[in-house]
Nanobody, 122 residues
Framework: QVRLVESGGGLVQPGGSLRLSCFAS????????MGWYRQAPEKERELVAS???????NYADSVKGRFTISRDNAQKTVYLQMNSLKPKDTAVYYC????????????????WGQGTQVTVSS
């Protein structure tokens, strides 16, 4: 089994900061791209940021300059530092990882965390 467990969500005032963490555990041979998605009420889930195993990053235009994604490959953990938060950043944030489970297979499957709520409000 593979599990992704997020932490770090909560309530913050506009302009504040939060740091999300996501730890992958279980039967894992290797992890390719990891990312953060979010879903606001009555909206589609959208990509916030992603990072490859080599450290190449990609950000949604709406968060560029405010959010930073990073990862610790040895700890199988991805982080999302969120600064200058705005009310429109309010959503459930989900961790995603493309995971290779076996040395004998090249197949990588997507796994999701359970989500963590981020609320930006005064």
């Amino acid at each position: 089994q593979v599990r992704l467990v997020e932490s770090g969500g909560g309530l913050v005032q506009p302009g504040g900061s939060l740091r999300l963490s996501c730890f992958a555990s279980g039967s894992i041979f290797g992890i390719d791209t990891m990312g953060w998605y979010r879903q606001a009420p009555e909206k589609e889930r959208e990509l916030v940021a992603s990072i490859t195993s080599g450290g190449n990053t990609n950000y949604a235009d709406s968060v560029k300059g405010r959010f930073t994604i990073s990862r610790d490959n040895a700890q199988k953990t991805v982080y999302l530092q969120m600064n200058s938060l705005k009310p429109k950043d309010t959503a459930v944030y989900y961790c995603n990882a493309n995971i290779r489970r076996s040395s004998t297979s090249l197949v990588k499957l997507p796994y999701w965390g359970q989500g963590t709520q981020v609320t930006v409000s005064s």
